[in-house]
């Protein structure tokens, strides 16, 4: 099997990325971190007008569980977000990659222009609820970020 090279820009792109989730974990970053975030994505936009291609599309949501009380209360959500769920994207049936959600219950995840499944996952540690949702079906468009949010059923009733 031929290997070929991932493109120059690809590295240091992968290093912004991981860059931008220890900011968005821990929120913040040292000086020269964020020194290094900066000139990182400067060689980014060089090497990819040098033919690099970098993702900059992909799927985001949030992930929720309901409802949380058996009565609905006027102007109150009878929903919450649902952290550590892990999402998992296929594509023919492949997975292509996966994010555990925050502690908002949002992902990120970025993934090239084209069709995807966003799959069910159930959360760790239970056996019937809350229940996942069925599988939804994304269409990620260039430089674009399709939503898909999902949503756990708790059984509460």
Same mark, same amino acid.
């Given at each position: 099997?031929?290997?070929?090279?991932?493109?120059?820009?690809?590295?240091?792109?992968?290093?912004?990325?991981?860059?931008?989730? /220890?900011?968005?974990? /821990?929120?913040?970053?040292?000086?020269?971190?964020?020194?290094?975030?900066?000139?990182?994505? =400067?060689?980014?936009?060089?090497?990819?007008?040098?033919?690099?291609?970098?993702?900059?599309?992909?799927?985001?949501?949030?992930?929720?569980?309901?409802? !949380?009380?058996?009565?609905?209360?006027?102007? &109150?959500?009878?929903?919450?977000?649902?952290?550590?769920?892990?999402?998992?994207?296929?594509?023919?049936?492949?997975? =292509?990659?996966?994010?555990?959600?925050?502690?908002?219950?949002?992902?990120? !995840?970025?993934?090239?222009?084209?069709?995807? &499944?966003?799959?069910? &996952?159930?959360?760790?540690?239970?056996?019937?609820?809350?229940?996942?949702?069925?599988?939804?079906?994304?269409?990620?468009?260039?430089?674009?970020?399709?939503?898909?949010?999902?949503?756990?059923?708790?059984?509460?009733?």
């Amino acid at each position: 099997m031929l290997h070929t090279p991932a493109p120059p820009g690809w590295r240091l792109l992968s290093r912004l990325e991981k860059s931008m989730q /220890y900011l968005r974990r /821990y929120g913040s970053l040292g000086i020269a971190s964020l020194l290094a975030c900066l000139l990182i994505g =400067v060689g980014v936009i060089a090497s990819s007008n040098a033919g690099a291609r970098a993702v900059l599309s992909g799927i985001q949501g949030q992930v929720t569980e309901g409802p !949380i009380r058996p009565l609905d209360i006027d102007g &109150q959500p009878n929903s919450a977000p649902l952290a550590g769920v892990v999402v998992v994207v296929k594509q023919n049936g492949v997975e =292509v990659a996966r994010q555990t959600t925050d502690k908002n219950g949002d992902y990120k !995840i970025s993934v090239a222009p084209g069709a995807y &499944q966003v799959v069910r &996952q159930r959360v760790s540690g239970s056996f019937r609820f809350p229940r996942p949702p069925a599988a939804q079906t994304a269409t990620v468009t260039a430089s674009q970020y399709t939503t898909v949010n999902l949503s756990y059923d708790t059984g509460i009733r």
